[in-house]
T-cell receptor
Framework: KAGVTQTPRYLIKTRGQQVTLSCSPISGHRSVSWYQQTPGQGLQFLFEYFSETQRNKGNFPGRFSGRQFSNSRSEMNVSTLELGDSALYLC????????????FGQGTRLTVV | SQELEQSPQSLIVQEGKNLTINCTSSKTLYGLYWYKQKYGEGLIFLMMLQKGGEEKSHEKITAKLDEKKQQSSLHITASQPSHAGIYLCGAEYSGGSNYKLTFGKGTLLTVNP
């Protein structure tokens, strides 16, 4: 069974640009969550999608957005990139009910220059 | 202050030694998850604990949940270099259909041969 797939693995962007990251969950999983990991703040929750609906959102500016498609694949978009957006972005896949295992992808390393 | 505190922040042990990592929550836990991360990579799911007093083991790693103290411990027996990495605990706080995890800052484990 394939795991969670994130693409691309690495990205370098310039300040002011926008970026789109992709996450394909484990087959059958309907929930995709996104997290940002930085050395200073650790892992922080961005948002969660279940059956194409955003159910929960963390404390991030509106420049961070996401969506989920009917096949459960999800994308997140960051517009007007800032240097501070440089981070490892991780997505997690699960059945979407409480107390169920969440499996993470390898992440996308975004560097903003 | 952090909702989820991990201790110690880092740990260096000699191969073959036992070690314990703690994770303490300031709020009532609904579920507690343990993950391992190699630097810059995704999170590997280790265990999920749901009920007070629950204890789970996988190979040489055992995790327990103390509901009274809102604390979980991860114990590694006879550590090996393959155990090295960052150990993260994640908490599920609210029941219901919304799903997100709040993570501790992590414990960096080094195992010297």
């Amino acid at each position: 069974k394939a795991g969670v797939t994130q693409t691309p693995r690495y990205l370098i962007k310039t300040r002011g640009q926008q970026v789109t990251l992709s996450c394909s969950p484990i087959s059958g999983h309907r929930s995709v969550s996104w997290y940002q990991q930085t050395p200073g703040q650790g892992l922080q929750f961005l948002f969660e999608y279940f059956s194409e609906t955003q159910r929960n959102k963390g404390n991030f500016p509106g420049r961070f957005s996401g969506r989920q498609f009917s096949n459960s694949r999800s994308e997140m978009n960051v517009s007007t990139l800032e240097l501070g957006d440089s981070a490892l972005y991780l997505c997690a896949s699960s059945w979407g009910t409480v107390r169920t295992e969440a499996f993470f992808g390898q992440g996308t390393r975004l560097t903003v220059v | 202050s952090q909702e989820l505190e991990q201790s110690p922040q880092s740990l260096i042990v000699q191969e073959g030694k036992n070690l314990t990592i703690n994770c303490t929550s300031s709020k009532t836990l609904y579920g507690l998850y343990w993950y391992k991360q190699k630097y810059g990579e995704g999170l590997i799911f280790l265990m999920m604990l749901q009920k007070g007093g629950e204890e789970k083991s996988h190979e040489k790693i055992t995790a327990k949940l103390d509901e009274k103290k809102q604390q979980s411990s991860l114990h590694i027996t006879a550590s090996q270099p393959s155990h090295a990495g960052i150990y993260l605990c994640g908490a599920e706080y609210s029941g219901g259909s919304n799903y997100k995890l709040t993570f501790g800052k992590g414990t960096l484990l080094t195992v010297n041969p």
